[in-house]
């Protein structure tokens, strides 16, 4: 029995289609972004500016956690002891927003409790700005990347379109499919670093609104405090009355 020969053209063939499959496979993901071309370099720096906003303010909101009911109770005792400066102090040893907050109220103690709270309301303002600073940076990345990633792909069509004319039409697919796809990463690169940094804006927006409103919270609840024994001598003296 004749055993047919495999065709030596088609074996060739093979080998060279897994040959090139082999090296797209092994291409490594630094090569695959270097084919994007130029645009690369600011989405690069996009997406390194992107990483260190969203680390530094995860850290900086972190940090601003304290357990609020024990912090106003421990003020209190002290306030309601007579020792002022020890308040004081209590509140330089605890490096949070509210103990700024709150210090800013103490050290107005003994004027109209409406100056106290112009005191507390500006201190409140500006650990606000520190809670929102370079959040800007990441919307404007999350805006501003998808678009540079889109200009890298049109910019890339135009010359593979340049191509085509400089060959007269006369192009390979395979060729031009290659142009395509070099220059379709800078879109993908592009909405990845933009997704990113947008669910990251909202999602630490929502961190440092959460912030705010607790803050806003334990402001109120010290100046009733303050408050609270002025209250107690005006029913007193309804009563009497």
Same mark, same amino acid.
Do not use: C
């Given at each position: 029995m004749i055993q047919s020969q495999p065709d030596t053209a088609d074996t060739n063939a093979v080998a060279d289609t897994l040959g090139i499959a082999g090296q797209q496979e092994t291409m490594s993901m630094f090569e695959l972004l270097a084919e994007g071309g130029v645009l690369m370099i600011p989405l690069f720096i996009l997406s390194v500016l992107a990483i260190f906003v969203i680390a530094e303010r995860w850290r900086t909101l972190?940090?601003?956690?304290?357990?609020?009911? !024990?912090?106003? *109770?421990?003020v209190e005792g002290m306030l309601k002891d007579g020792d002022r400066q020890r308040a004081l102090t209590y509140c330089d040893g605890i490096d949070k927003p509210l103990a700024r907050i709150l210090?800013?109220?103490?050290?107005?103690? !003994? *004027?109209?409790?409406?100056d106290i709270e112009d005191a507390i309301s500006n201190a409140g303002k500006k650990e606000i700005f520190h809670l929102e600073k370079r959040m800007n940076w990441l919307a404007t990345?999350?805006?501003?990347?998808?678009?540079?990633g889109f200009t890298g792909t049109v910019t890339g069509m135009i010359e593979a379109f340049m191509d085509i004319q400089s060959l007269q039409g006369n192009v390979n697919p395979s060729v031009l499919a290659g142009?395509?796809?070099?220059?379709?990463?800078?879109?993908?690169?592009?909405?990845?670093? !933009?997704?990113?940094?947008?669910?990251?804006?909202?999602?630490?927006? !929502?961190?440092?609104? *959460?912030?705010?409103?607790?803050?806003?919270?334990?402001?109120?609840?010290?100046?009733?405090?303050?408050?609270g024994p002025s209250n107690k001598k005006e029913k007193q003296a309804q009563r009497v009355q």
């Open positions: 972190n940090n601003t956690h304290i357990e609020i009911d !024990g912090f106003l *109770r421990t210090k800013a109220g103490i050290q107005r103690l !003994g *004027r109209p409790i409406r990345i999350a805006g501003v990347a998808p678009l540079v142009g395509i796809w070099e220059a379709l990463i800078t879109t993908a690169t592009g909405l990845i670093v !933009g997704i990113i940094a947008y669910g990251f804006y909202n999602f630490l927006l !929502g961190k440092i609104n *959460r912030t705010v409103h607790e803050l806003e919270n334990a402001s109120a609840d010290f100046i009733d405090m303050l408050q």
